[in-house]
């Protein structure tokens, strides 16, 4: 008989007990709104702002509502304005093409490469085109970053980072986020920290920080910033500056921080994880494992892997056999766009030219979340299953 795996893909592990605790007395005392605060208290918020920016190593840190109002903040900070074209991945997750269009602002795709990075020959090709590059780290695969600056920084294009697969991720030992002008990161539960919704913004640009706090909506109260700029940066920003709310509460932040604490811990239980399966994957014929470069820090909390040149019924087959064993596996190939839409031809507000070399990589590309509810037997179990099914679905296809 068929082995089964009965976990759940989408079961994230519990609050840890620390940010319960802090959480209920954030709830006790009632002031939950970040600017709501009583005599000598620093706000939750603000000392996850501290803690953060120490944690990346970056000079400023916001706290805000969600990672898609970090990256249109970043946008707007660095003066994306309507019209204006903005070169982001032809790979990434929705809210990405999302906030360069919140902003008015007009996508223009770069290449996937087969490991599952922008394409930076491509990237060189199209840099004249825009003055902002919006890079998305997605699933956690980041590019030669030197390589990358070196592009931008010739070009006088600036970089901001969408790090929500990244946080806590490095490349050469500089963290993911510290690379371009902003880095931005998501809260929401399936990323690196969970408070259900949330957002951080770091840069070391005190102007750009000073934009993103006042557009945050900050009213005239950013010098309760602690992890902000200067009160003179502010000086004309804040009345050029227009309030587009999107603040953290306290009752979020007060949650997040002791996972932010762990957060080093958890990274290595997902690596353990991730290296188990991308082991016990290789040498699957039919199958291509992502080989990640030396430089590269990773955060393993997804895996990747390619089927290079399956027909379309063998892939569909292969997802629906794993499913029925309690394998989630995302295909990102499909023609109708399902559930988190990641490919550039999914979002039709953007007038798009194909990239046949990128929907190749695309075509090919399963995704599995690895949530650190798995334990390190049933990632072996999960391995195990995706083997047979490739490997008896690829002989009759090879
Ligand atoms: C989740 C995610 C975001 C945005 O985060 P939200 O907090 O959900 O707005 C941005 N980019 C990528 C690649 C993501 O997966």
Not at 154 to 167: F, L, N, P, S
Not at 291 to 308: C, M, T
Request: net charge negative; aromatic share 8%.
């Amino acid at each position: 008989m068929n082995e089964v795996f009965k976990g759940r893909f989408t079961q994230q592990e519990p609050i840890p007990e620390a940010g319960i605790e802090a959480a209920v007395a954030v709830m006790r005392h009632g002031r939950l709104h970040r600017y709501n605060t009583i005599e000598g208290e620093v706000a939750q918020t603000v000392l996850l702002e501290q803690e953060f920016a120490a944690k990346v190593g970056a000079k400023y840190c916001l706290a805000v509502a969600s990672g898609g109002y970090a990256l249109a903040t970043a946008l707007r900070a660095v003066g994306v304005k309507t019209g204006d074209r903005v070169l982001t991945n032809a790979f990434t997750l929705a809210p990405v093409p999302g906030a360069i269009a919140a902003v008015g602002g007009v996508p223009v795709f770069v290449g996937v490469t087969p490991s599952l990075v922008l394409d930076l020959d491509d990237l060189a090709a199209k840099v004249d085109q825009s003055d902002v590059l919006l890079l998305s780290h997605m699933r956690g695969h980041l590019c030669d970053m030197e390589r990358l600056m070196q592009i931008c920084d010739a070009a006088g294009v600036t970089v901001i980072e969408d790090c929500a697969h990244t946080m806590g991720a490095a490349w050469n030992g500089k963290a993911s986020g510290t690379w371009g002008k902003v880095g931005c990161y998501s809260c929401q539960t399936y990323k690196h920290m969970n408070a259900g919704e949330g957002g951080l913004f770091v840069t070391d640009d005190a102007e750009v920080a000073a934009r993103a706090i006042m557009y945050s909506g900050s009213y005239m109260l950013y010098e309760r910033h602690l992890a902000g700029p200067p009160s003179e940066v502010f000086e004309d920003i804040r009345y050029e500056t227009p309030n587009i709310s999107g603040r953290m509460d306290n009752l979020r932040a007060a949650i997040l921080r002791p996972q932010l604490e762990d957060l080093d811990r958890q990274c290595a239980r997902w690596n353990e994880r991730y290296y188990a399966l991308e082991e016990a994957l290789r040498d699957t014929a039919g199958l291509t494992v992502i080989d990640r470069p030396k430089e590269e820090h990773i955060v393993g909390s997804s895996i990747q892997f390619l089927l290079a040149d399956w027909p379309e019924g063998a892939v569909t087959d292969l997802l629906a056999r794993c499913g029925a064993r309690g394998v989630e596996l995302k295909w990102f190939g499909g023609a109708e766009p399902v559930g988190f839409t990641s490919r550039y031809d999914s979002w039709r507000y953007v007038d798009a030219p194909r990239m046949p070399e990128s929907d190749k990589v695309l075509a090919g590309i399963i995704d599995m979340r690895v949530p650190l509810t798995f334990s390190l037997e049933d990632c072996a179990q999960i391995a195990r299953i995706i083997r047979e099914e490739v490997s008896r679905i690829y002989q009759s296809i090879e």
